[in-house]
């Protein structure tokens, strides 16, 4: 098994920063993507970013390409996700979230294919 815990939300103002990290434990070394996602109460979870294990691809969402940046180290099984000019509609629930199968990372933008998530931390961008 593998644990994911997610820390770094807070509350900031539009245009804003913060910095989201995800540690892994456990049997890391059958993951192979790692992924962001966000919810907000009566919405489904959206896809937002996500970063091979081996650090060689990422996608991310177009909603927020060009703001944001996710980044892994796998020496500290760490996945950051460092959010720039934030907007009020990035408020939501971050989870961090671990995949093993080993599947092109366009289809990991359904979250479906992670097998293990986080509990999440809440950012609140006010305007």
């Known amino acids: 098994q593998v644990q994911v815990a997610e820390s770094g939300g807070g509350s900031v103002r539009a245009g804003g920063s913060v910095k989201l990290s995800c540690v892994q434990s456990?049997?890391?070394?059958?993951?192979?993507?790692l992924g962001w996602f966000r919810q907000i109460p009566g919405k489904e979870r959206e896809f937002v970013a996500a970063i091979t294990r081996s650090g060689e691809e990422m996608i991310y969402a177009d909603s927020v390409k060009g703001r944001f940046t996710i980044s892994g180290d796998n020496a500290e099984n760490t996945v950051s996700l460092q959010m720039n000019s934030l907007k009020p509609d990035d408020t939501g629930v971050y989870f961090c979230?671990?995949?093993?199968?080993?599947?092109?990372?366009?289809?990991?933008?359904?979250?479906?294919?992670?097998?293990?998530w986080g509990q999440g931390t809440q950012v609140t961008v006010s305007s």
């Open positions: 456990g049997r890391t070394a059958v993951i192979y993507a």
């Open positions: 979230a671990a995949g093993r199968s080993q599947l092109a990372l366009e289809l990991y933008r359904a979250a479906h294919w992670f097998n293990f």
